[in-house]
């Protein structure tokens, strides 16, 4: 064995849901940082993209719609407790992300549809119901238009949030050629 071999066999891992699971909330924990730390540096008028929501759509998509669920929730949850937002809203609108994305479970071609556009659609169509769900709870009757914000902060970062989503796809898609 090199010295830059693991001693384990990467298939062993995939196969193995309690490895993933633990993957899932080190990945979750790791871009929580980077999003509360980082991601103010390429912020566009303070909008930044969702990497939360891009883990939530890939575990669905990968593992089903109830892991996909339980996933947004605990997603949504962590970003509650790490930022200044109204608690259980990121829980709410992640979980109904994770729903969404979670119709579009296919055991035998996961990674095939994460490594195409399909993904990117997916995570536009979960982006969208995310933000319209936040947007709805966030907006303060008297302060702005409901929908002057949705397209303000809701469109954007759904936008903003469907292009970050092309490098995981990009990643996965270069895995697959040989």
């Not at 702005?144 to 796809?169: D, E, N, Q, R």
């Not at 990643?171 to 040989?178: F, L």
Request: aromatic share 16%; net charge positive.
């Amino acid at each position: 064995m090199s010295a830059m071999q693991f001693p384990f066999d990467r298939s062993q891992y995939m196969k193995s849901p309690p490895l993933r699971m633990i993957a899932y909330a080190v990945i979750a924990m790791l871009l929580s940082v980077v999003h509360i730390v980082f991601l103010r540096f390429i912020s566009v008028s303070s909008v930044t993209p969702d990497l939360l929501l891009i883990l939530t759509v890939w575990i669905a998509i990968v593992e089903g719609q109830f892991t996909g669920m339980v996933a947004g929730f605990l997603c949504g949850l962590l970003f509650d407790i790490v930022s200044a937002q109204v608690p259980g809203t990121n829980a709410l609108v992640k979980t109904l992300a994770g729903f969404i994305a979670g119709y579009f479970y296919r055991e035998s071609d996961a990674m095939a549809l994460i490594g195409s556009a399909r993904f990117l659609l997916i995570t536009a169509l979960a982006a969208t119901v995310d933000s319209f769900t936040y947007n709805f709870f966030y907006v303060k009757p008297m302060q702005t238009s409901f929908w002057m914000f949705f397209v303000k902060y809701g469109i954007a970062t759904t936008l903003y949030t469907t292009v970050a989503a092309v490098f995981p796809m990009l990643v996965v898609n270069r895995r697959k050629d040989p």
